[in-house]
């Protein structure tokens, strides 16, 4: 549970911190929170890439988001 917890919060993370930074360069805005955002995205990245012993897909993000909504649901 916990590597599918910080594999989708690492994904998400780094999304928003692409995204956001993006925005903020348009606007001529300060980069570093987007930055920070990133920073922890690929830090939860590591840590779910390490907890992992057989190393982590692009397969297996669809199949740690189902089982967070399985257990969030229940």
């Known amino acids: 549970m916990l590597t599918e917890l910080t594999l ?3 994904l998400l993370c780094v999304v928003f911190s692409v995204t ?3 925005v903020a360069s348009i606007e001529e805005r ?3 929170p987007t930055l920070a955002l990133g920073g922890v995205g690929l830090l939860l ?4 890439w390490y907890t992992d012993p ?3 897909r692009i397969e297996d993000v ?3 988001v189902v089982k967070l909504f399985r257990v969030m649901s229940d």
């Open 8 to 10: 989708v919060c690492g």
């Open 62 to 64: 669809p199949i740690a």
């Open 45 to 48: 990245l590591g840590i779910a």
């Open 30 to 32: 300060s980069l570093w």
């Open 54 to 56: 057989d190393g982590l």
């Open 20 to 22: 956001r930074s993006l």
